[in-house]
């Protein structure tokens, strides 16, 4: 597949999951292990839960630990080890698939290893991507030259969308594979420019292998799965703000 010289993506993401939930003293477990070794200590983390008692008119506060957060000194590398789920997250600049997938599963192998997992109940294949739209002296930018993705309002109005943000989840043609798909204008750190968000998450609910060749390969497929619908996304124009192909 030709690879753009300036692609757009901030983060690609693999997350895997597991039915049986883990303890926190087996993650702790599975960081302490040489794989690990480069990345910051671990962080804690929490999800933080809210409950009313209308009879009493009285909120009470629950604070859970999950799991864990590694990252590397620089921030390019980020893992979440929870009860039960494994996410390895690569900020840009990405490189190459073979190259993140290849780190992703020497990360995973010895969390498989340490936590007995035989299969997963859910794997994922994310990547958010950002196309940096000139502003062109307008307040914002016809959306319809850049994406296929149209928004159909409710009565004709003048001008141009001005912000906008959608998410879609459907099933591919594939058998168990679906993706998650989020757009929407957002914040352009390049001045005088819009940025529009490309979120695509392929994902697989079929139990799979926690190694080996199948899973490999079930990887590789949901890529190319979110290759195409990134693709389909696009408009020549869109395509042109990429610094063409790599030779």
């Given at each position: 597949?030709?690879?753009?010289?300036?692609?757009?993506?901030?983060?690609?993401?693999?997350?895997?999951?597991?039915?049986?939930?883990?303890?926190?003293?087996?993650?702790?477990?599975?960081?302490?292990?040489?794989?690990?070794?480069?990345?910051?200590?671990?962080?804690?983390?929490?999800?933080?839960?809210?409950?009313?008692?209308?009879?009493?008119?009285?909120?009470?506060?629950?604070?859970?630990?999950?799991?864990?957060?590694?990252?590397?000194?620089?921030?390019?590398?980020?893992?979440?080890?929870?009860?039960?789920?494994?996410v390895y997250i690569q900020r840009a600049p990405y490189d190459r698939w073979e190259y993140f997938l290849e780190r992703a599963l020497s990360l995973l192998e010895p969390a498989v290893e340490v936590l007995s997992l035989s299969e997963f109940?859910?794997?994922?294949?994310?990547?958010?991507?950002?196309?940096?739209?000139?502003?062109?002296?307008?307040?914002?930018?016809?959306?319809?030259?850049?994406?296929?993705?149209?928004?159909?309002?409710?009565?004709?109005?003048?001008?141009?969308?001005?912000?906008?943000?959608?998410?879609?989840?459907?099933?591919?043609?594939?058998?168990?594979?679906?993706?998650?798909?989020?757009?929407?204008?957002?914040?352009?750190?390049?001045?005088?420019?819009?940025?529009?968000?490309?979120?695509?998450?392929?994902?697989?609910?079929?139990?799979?292998?926690?190694?080996?060749?199948?899973?490999?390969?079930?990887?590789?497929?949901?890529?190319?799965?979110?290759?195409?619908?990134?693709?389909?996304?696009?408009?020549?124009?869109?395509r042109n703000l990429f610094g063409g192909f790599e030779e």
């Amino acid at each position: 597949m030709r690879r753009y010289n300036n692609a757009p993506i901030l983060e690609a993401v693999l997350e895997f999951r597991w039915s049986s939930a883990k303890t926190l003293d087996e993650l702790r477990e599975v960081l302490a292990g040489d794989a690990f070794k480069e990345f910051d200590e671990p962080k804690s983390r929490e999800v933080f839960n809210a409950s009313m008692n209308f009879d009493a008119g009285e909120m009470s506060h629950e604070r859970k630990h999950i799991g864990f957060e590694i990252a590397l000194r620089d921030g390019s590398q980020i893992l979440f080890l929870e009860h039960q789920k494994f996410v390895y997250i690569q900020r840009a600049p990405y490189d190459r698939w073979e190259y993140f997938l290849e780190r992703a599963l020497s990360l995973l192998e010895p969390a498989v290893e340490v936590l007995s997992l035989s299969e997963f109940s859910r794997v994922g294949v994310r990547f958010v991507n950002r196309i940096d739209v000139p502003l062109a002296g307008t307040k914002g930018i016809d959306t319809d030259d850049y994406i296929t993705i149209s928004f159909d309002g409710p009565r004709e109005d003048v001008g141009v969308i001005e912000e906008f943000q959608m998410r879609v989840v459907k099933p591919t043609s594939k058998k168990g594979v679906h993706y998650a798909l989020v757009v929407a204008t957002t914040e352009s750190p390049l001045p005088e420019h819009v940025g529009i968000l490309l979120d695509i998450d392929v994902f697989t609910k079929l139990s799979l292998p926690a190694s080996g060749s199948k899973l490999h390969s079930a990887l590789t497929e949901m890529r190319q799965e979110k290759n195409d619908i990134f693709e389909e996304c696009l408009t020549d124009q869109a395509r042109n703000l990429f610094g063409g192909f790599e030779e």
